[in-house]
T-cell receptor
Framework: DVKVTQSSRYLVKRTGEKVFLECVQD?????MFWYRQDPGLGLRLIYF???????EKGDIPEGYSVSREKKERFSLILESASTNQTSMYLC??????????FGPGTRLTVT | AQSVTQLDSQVPVFEEAPVELRCNYS??????LFWYVQYPNQGLQLLLK??????LVKGINGFEAEFNKSQTSFHLRKPSVHISDTAEYFC???????????FGTGTRLTIIP
C-alpha cells in the first residue's frame, strides 16, 4: 500500500518562528510537491522537486523554502511564520502514470 | 498557462439520485485531466484520470468522466449517489509533459438522505 506521511496533523506556532513541515514517501517516487489548501481557493502549489537537491517554485513560493536531501523526504520551511500562512499544508508524490499520492495534511495555525 | 474552473462550489443531491460535477479548463496545448476526492479530515485521492485514448474514463466508486475537447470540459458523473460520497471533489489539469498540476477550487458534494 502506497504511503505518504506528514510529521504532524496539527501544529500551532507563533509569529516569527521558523517552522519545519516534513513529508516522507515510501514509493521511490522522483517527484514530490507541497501545496497549501484554503477554503474557496482549492490547492495551490508552493514548491515541487523532481530529484534529490532539485527544486522548482510553484505558484505561491513567497515566504517558503524547501529541502530535499534524500529521495524519500521533502521538507517545507517557513523561515519566519506569519498569520497569513495559517492553512492546511498537503504533501504529495507522483508516480510515472502522473497520479499524485497525498499525505493526510498538516493544519498549521500561526498566532 | 492552464486554468481550471469548477462552477459549482456546493452541490446537494438526494441519495440514489444522479449527479454531475462540472469542470472546464483552458489551455492552448494538450492536457492531462484528473478528478480527486477529499473525504473529511483526509488527504486527496485519485478518482480517475484522462491521459489519452477513450474520452470516457471510468474511475473508482462508480464515477466516470468524459473528456470533451471542443467544449474544454471534463465533467464528473455518477448515476446513483450514496451517503458515503459526501466529500469535496477537485478537478485538476496539467499540460502534456509538465510536472505541475493546477487544481480547481473544489465542489462540495452533500448527499441528502
Amino acid at each position: 500500500d502506497v504511503k505518504v506521511t506528514q510529521s504532524s496533523r496539527y501544529l500551532v506556532k507563533r509569529t516569527g518562528e521558523k517552522v519545519f513541515l516534513e513529508c516522507v514517501q515510501d514509493m521511490d517516487h522522483e517527484n514530490m510537491f507541497w501545496y497549501r489548501q484554503d477554503p474557496g481557493l482549492g490547492l495551490r502549489l508552493i514548491y515541487f522537486s523532481y530529484d534529490v537537491k532539485m527544486k522548482e517554485k510553484g505558484d505561491i513560493p513567497e515566504g517558503y523554502s524547501v529541502s530535499r536531501e534524500k529521495k524519500e523526504r521533502f521538507s517545507l520551511i517557513l523561515e519566519s511564520a506569519s498569520t497569513n500562512q495559517t492553512s492546511m499544508y498537503l504533501c504529495a508524490s507522483r508516480d510515472s502514470g502522473y497520479e499524485q499520492y497525498f499525505g493526510p495534511g498538516t493544519r498549521l495555525t500561526v498566532t | 498557462a492552464q486554468s481550471v474552473t469548477q462552477l459549482d462550489s456546493q452541490v446537494p443531491v438526494f441519495e440514489e439520485a444522479p449527479v454531475e460535477l462540472r469542470c472546464n479548463y483552458s489551455s492552448s496545448v494538450s492536457v492531462y485531466l484528473f478528478w480527486y476526492v477529499q473525504y473529511p479530515n483526509q488527504g486527496l485521492q485519485l478518482l480517475l484520470k484522462y491521459l489519452s485514448g477513450s474520452t470516457l474514463v471510468k474511475g473508482i466508486n462508480g464515477f466516470e468522466a468524459e473528456f470533451n475537447k471542443s467544449q474544454t470540459s471534463f465533467h464528473l458523473r455518477k448515476p446513483s449517489v450514496h451517503i458515503s460520497d459526501t466529500a469535496e471533489y477537485f478537478c485538476a489539469v496539467s499540460l502534456f509533459g509538465n510536472e505541475k498540476l493546477t487544481f480547481g477550487t473544489g465542489t462540495r458534494l452533500t448527499i441528502i438522505p
